[in-house]
């Protein structure tokens, strides 16, 4: 678990930060991030959400060193990424998207060439510590071929952590991971975090997003669009949706719902969306009983994650 005596108010920081891909044959220059202002406060699990192509990638390209930036500033635990690389480096662990080992090795033998490859001394190192928080001490001599893709997968995870980062990026962790390993993969991930590690996390579950994320961030072409706490985020749609069961079948909408966005349901429920902060929900119940719909059964649903996320970037493309 990480350990950290001094932590700064923020574990990342980027100001102004910039990407421009230069053209390469027939493909025109790209600017993959547009002047990015982005703080993730220390000690929280913060969700990096944003459509294929947004920059998301390039971002955690940029803090884990493998892609130069073309302006701004960014800094990991403190550490600018230019004048203190190596600190701001080893303050970091990614667990990549694309699943890249050895398979001829074991994942003892690839946790400790990660270990090495982080000058973390032998009397130092905690292989079957981690191998076995990640569930993987029973495959610990196996080759890592014979390992399903959930257990690769974790094994990515076990060789993040080699240094004991207080930083953890999750690059989709749990594509491809059933759901008992995605469970208990999400178990460890949030004992990491009770210990101090900060954990940011992309992601294209968003219900995974919602549940486990303090705040979130939205890119979109290359921008920041929103960065807010989840239940502030969740908020930004002002509509419920009240879905009647009705005592006797309903085949037409009556004229009196007209007002109000109003659906039949295959199911037979009728479905009616209002905004709260102009109609109340004692209102739009006095419409349907003056409707003279007989009700069975209720019930409210409030916009989730995807909801936001759909309203705020097709917006945003939209105005772009």
């Not at 890592?144 to 207080?166: D, E, F, I, Y």
């Not at 690059?171 to 949030?190: C, F, I, K």
Request: net charge negative; charged share 25%.
């Amino acid at each position: 678990m990480t350990s950290v005596s001094s932590k700064p108010e923020y574990a990342i920081e980027a100001i102004g930060l910039e990407k421009t891909y230069r053209a390469s044959g027939k493909l025109p220059a790209k600017r993959a991030l547009n002047g990015i202002d982005l703080k993730i406060r220390t000690g929280s699990i913060f969700g990096l959400l944003g459509p294929n192509g947004a920059g998301k990638s390039t971002f955690i390209n940029i803090l884990s060193g493998l892609v130069t930036k073309s302006g701004g500033t960014a800094r990991i635990w403190g550490h600018d990424i230019d004048t203190e690389g190596r600190a701001a480096r080893s303050s970091i662990g990614v667990v990549p998207q694309e699943i890249n080992m050895d398979p001829f090795f074991t994942p003892f033998e690839s946790v400790e060439l990660q270990s090495g490859f982080y000058g973390v001394p032998k009397s130092e190192r905690r292989t079957d510590e981690i191998l076995a928080a990640v569930g993987l001490a029973d495959k610990r001599d196996a080759y890592v071929r014979q390992l399903s893709g959930g257990m690769k997968r974790r094994l990515m995870v076990a060789k993040a952590l080699v240094h004991a980062p207080p930083v953890l990026i999750l690059d989709e962790p749990t594509a491809g991971v059933d759901v008992e390993l995605r469970r208990s993969l999400w178990e460890y991930v949030l004992e990491l975090n009770k210990a101090g590690t900060t954990i940011i996390l992309t992601t294209h579950y968003l219900e995974e997003a919602q549940e486990l994320c303090d705040e979130i961030g939205i890119i979109n072409n290359g921008e920041v669009i929103a960065c807010e706490p989840t239940a502030q985020l969740l908020k930004r749609l002002d509509h419920k949706t009240l879905v009647i069961e009705p005592a006797e079948a309903v085949t037409v909408i009556p004229e009196a719902l007209k007002d109000y966005e109003c659906k039949l349901r295959p199911d037979g429920t009728l479905a009616i969306t209002f905004r709260s902060s102009e109609t109340g929900f004692g209102r739009v119940m006095e419409t349907v009983r003056a409707a003279g719909i007989s009700i069975a059964d209720l019930a409210t649903e409030e916009p989730d994650l995807e909801d936001v996320f759909v309203s705020m970037t097709s917006s945003a493309n939209a105005a772009a």
